[in-house]
């Protein structure tokens, strides 16, 4: 069973950066893809970003695109997200999930969703304010 640790989340001023990390543990980061979502109070969770096993497939959600990136080290079993020129609407907490897959389809528009992830972590905390 993958246990997911999260770890970056901090209160930033709007146009901020922060990196945001997800470490895994008890199993091989290589054959899981791993997303990032979020969820704002009140509302539902959303997915951000997604990686897949090898990298070859990368997907981000509208908003995100152009501020945010992903990327993964297999080696160091962490999978990175990095937020930059955050907005208020950015808040939220950020959680980490991860399905292990021979199929990378997982990181594209058509499968990229909680219910397809069966393993979390437990998030840590980002808000955007001034």
Do not use: M
Not at 103 to 127: I, K, L, M, N
């Amino acid at each position: 069973q993958v246990r997911l640790v999260e770890s970056g989340g901090d209160l930033v001023p709007p146009g901020g950066s922060l990196r945001l990390s997800c470490v895994a543990s008890g199993v091989i980061l290589d054959y899981y893809n791993v997303g990032w979502f979020r969820q704002a109070p009140g509302e539902q969770r959303e997915g951000v970003a997604c990686i897949s096993r090898s990298a070859r497939k990368i997907y981000y959600a509208d908003d995100v695109k152009g501020r945010f990136t992903i990327s993964r080290d297999n080696a160091e079993k962490t999978v990175y997200l990095h937020l930059n020129r955050l907005e208020p609407r950015d808040t939220g907490i950020y959680y980490c999930a991860a399905v292990p897959s021979n199929d990378e389809a997982y990181c594209t528009s058509d499968y990229f969703g909680p219910d397809f992830f069966p393993s979390w972590g437990q998030g840590t905390q980002v808000t955007v304010s001034s």
